[in-house]
């Protein structure tokens, strides 16, 4: 399990590391800078159990791990991707956290401070009580990795203080301390105890607003957008006002709109990830586009086996935890097929892209993208895109499986870009 969580977070840091021109690249089990330490420099962390600043870090931080915790100094700003983070110390710039459950503050953030937590989305549907039903049951979900127990959303307690602007995508968020700019975003359900806003709040909230009457929000007052009218107290700010959520604009354009946004992002993502593998990782892709090339036929059988048959099984060992054992160790395994599954479906077009770009282009990461873009267009077709991404999945498997028994061949770079 530590080995599937640490590739990912290997990929995320190398994504962000990569556009860097200096800085300490460190890949550790667990990773802990001592309160005396000072480093003058900028840190890129991979860890697959936890990394904790107690020093000084004189630059930015990016960091990885199922959890990251601040108490000391970042001069500078810092980017987690975590399942839980704490900051009891002080990020002098700005913080952009990607938490899958939970945020604590209770230090300082110097400017903005961005959470995408568990999502909320509003799903255009028009009821309140199914949106409310569907985020009140989100809520109560707490995750458990690595041996950590985490609850889901923000939670700002009295100490925190934020000096810019919050911005927020979460589920739940607690505010009991300070936000010296302004409250945006989408939360779910929204807890003002006794915290002070000082330039305004701009939300969008889906289900709930809690609000005592010691709560103040200054600067241009509260305006909120729900699906209704929320009762939150009248002493909540000079200007309290509520605007109605708007229906999506379910038109062609819109929806035509949508699609391609979604399309560049894809492969804006695909392009950054693509590189990052094959300057740092290259060996792993190279070694299965060898493998298409060289036993396609077996490699393929041998991918459609497991594909069919891990669930099968997968099926079968959850039956017998969850009679033997416990729901938690079933779970966790059922979960974690899942995610293979769910990664191997996402990223296929790396690996089968490479491999359509090898007849398209002499240099590696201009085939990846030639061949990587052709196939993402296409899986975004209807009926065909279904069958071409299966396709993709299928012949991305049989290259990785493949390539481990491939014998490597002798020009195999240690770098591809």
Do not use: C, H
């Not at 931080?61 to 983070?85: H, R, S, T, Y």
């Not at 002070?196 to 103040?216: H, K």
């Amino acid at each position: 399990m530590k080995k599937y969580i640490g590739f990912l977070l290997i990929i995320f840091v190398l994504l962000v590391a990569s556009t860097a021109v200096a800085g300490q690249l460190i890949n550790e089990d667990a990773y802990i800078i001592e309160e005396e330490t000072v480093i003058e420099d900028d840190l890129y962390i991979v860890s697959s159990d936890e990394i904790q600043i107690n020093g000084t870090v004189k630059g930015d931080v990016v960091a990885a791990a199922p959890n990251v915790q601040v108490d000391g100094k970042i001069e500078g700003d810092l980017l987690v991707l975590a399942a839980g983070v704490q900051i009891e110390g002080e990020v002098t710039d700005d913080a952009r956290l990607f938490a899958l459950s939970s945020v604590k503050l209770e230090g300082t953030i110097g400017d903005d401070l961005a959470i995408r937590s568990t999502i909320a989305e509003f799903n255009g549907s028009g009821d309140p009580d199914e949106v409310t039903a569907r985020n009140l049951m989100g809520e109560q979900l707490a995750m458990n990795l690595v041996g950590r127990q985490y609850d889901p959303g923000l939670t700002i307690e009295a100490t925190g203080v934020v000096d810019g602007d919050l911005i927020l995508n979460v589920r739940l968020a607690r505010i009991e301390g300070v936000i010296r700019g302004e409250l945006l975003g989408t939360v779910s359900e929204l807890v003002l105890d006794k915290g002070q806003i000082e330039s305004g709040a701009d939300v969008i909230v889906l289900s709930d607003i809690e609000a005592d009457a010691d709560t103040l929000v200054g600067g241009t007052g509260f305006r909120y957008q729900s699906l209704q009218p929320l009762n939150i107290p009248s002493t909540l700010s000079d200007n309290n006002t509520y605007v109605e959520i708007e229906q999506p604009d379910a038109s062609v354009n819109s929806n035509v709109l949508l699609l391609v946004q979604q399309l560049i992002g894809r492969l804006l993502l695909f392009s950054l990830l693509g590189w990052a593998l094959l300057r740092f990782a290259p060996r792993r892709m190279m070694l299965s586009v060898a493998a298409l090339n060289t036993n396609m036929s077996n490699s393929s059988l041998m991918s459609l086996l497991v594909l069919f048959g891990l669930p099968f099984l997968t099926g079968i060992v959850v039956i017998i935890l969850l009679l033997l054992v416990n729901v938690e160790l079933a779970l966790g395994i059922l979960s974690f097929v899942f995610a293979v599954y769910m990664l191997l479906w996402n990223l296929s077009p790396l690996i089968v892209g490479l491999w359509i770009g090898q007849w398209l282009s002499n240099q590696a990461y201009q085939g990846l993208m030639i061949g990587m873009t052709i196939l993402v267009v296409v899986m975004y077709l209807p009926i065909l895109g279904g069958f071409v991404a299966m396709s993709s999945m299928i012949l991305a498997l049989a290259g990785l499986l493949g390539s481990f028994y491939i014998e490597p061949p002798e020009d195999l770079p240690e770098r591809a870009v």
